[in-house]
């Protein structure tokens, strides 16, 4: 089993930053796709950023230029670094990653409990 445990929301001010993080632990044979997930209230789940093992990153449009993902293997952590935050921003951001583990080493796709993120105007 895998377990993820995320940090670093908060409450900000509109033009401020925060450092998400999210940490993996547990029986992990090789950590693939690493990605940051939002959901607002009243808003469909929304993928922010994802990093691959070949660290091949994608965005959304809507955070492009103010927000970066990289991740640390050798402690299967991912980060998101969020910048010029906007009252828009406002969500829970949950951390997605797909990880190969025992014993079929299948790879299997793992959630975090999520942390809330505000910004306010």
């Known amino acids: 089993q895998v377990h993820l445990v995320e940090s670093g929301g908060g409450l900000v001010q509109a033009g401020g930053s925060l450092r998400l993080s999210c940490a993996a632990s547990g029986s992990i044979f090789a950590m693939k796709a690493m990605n940051w997930y939002r959901q607002a209230p009243g808003k469909p789940r929304e993928l922010v950023a994802g990093i691959t093992d070949d660290n091949s990153i994608s965005y959304a449009d809507s955070v492009k230029g103010r927000f970066t993902i990289s991740r640390d293997n050798a402690k299967n952590t991912v980060y998101l670094q969020m910048n010029s935050l906007k009252p828009e921003d406002t969500a829970v951001y949950l951390c997605?990653?797909?990880?190969?583990?025992?014993?079929?080493?299948?790879?299997?796709?793992?959630w975090g409990q999520g942390t809330q993120v505000t910004v306010s105007s």
């Open positions: 997605n990653v797909a990880a190969i583990v025992p014993p079929n080493f299948h790879t299997v796709n793992y």
